[in-house]
């Protein structure tokens, strides 16, 4: 649902308020510190794109824009604890979740998922569909 607003005109906000609600909706709580990022020169840059967001706020979307939306859901705790590996990211209650990492390409007129092959989301929906 995060990509669905990663539109040219939309803005930031956008992207984190729909997951937001998408994730309440399904039962699920978002990790607040962790978000999306650019993607330019170096593979981490701005803008910040957040999980959590209202709507009309952030930075506006604008065609040439490269970016990750990038949701770490849970089925409980929202709290995140690093394991002593100082990579692995785990629950503090230990319930179930996932991180969603995909990239995207913003142009005038549509917006490219890069980590699709045929860059239509829809063309990878296993659940039933919101868009």
């Known amino acids: ?6 539109k040219a005109g939309y803005f930031t906000g956008d992207i984190g308020n729909i997951i937001t609600k998408t994730a309440e909706m ?3 709580s ?3 510190e962790y978000a999306g990022h ?3 020169k170096r593979i981490h840059e701005d803008p910040i794109i957040p999980n959590i967001g ?3 706020t952030g930075i506006r979307i604008v065609p040439g824009m490269v ?6 859901l849970s089925l409980g705790s929202s709290n995140i604890a690093k394991m002593n590996d100082g990579w692995t990211l785990v629950t503090d209650d230990g319930s179930l979740s996932a ?3 995909h990239t995207v390409a913003v142009f ?3 917006t490219e998922v890069l980590t699709f092959s045929s860059g239509k989301i829809t063309d990878y929906i296993d659940f039933p569909p919101f868009f």
Do not use: H, W
Not at 1 to 6: E, L
Not at 67 to 72: G, L
């Open 1 to 6: 649902m995060g990509i669905s607003r990663a």
């Open 26 to 28: 399904l039962g699920c």
């Open 30 to 32: 978002i990790a607040e």
């Open 38 to 40: 650019g993607i330019g």
């Open 54 to 56: 209202e709507k009309n």
């Open 67 to 72: 970016f990750t939306v990038e949701p770490m």
């Open 99 to 101: 991180q969603f990492e």
């Open 108 to 110: 005038r007129d549509y």
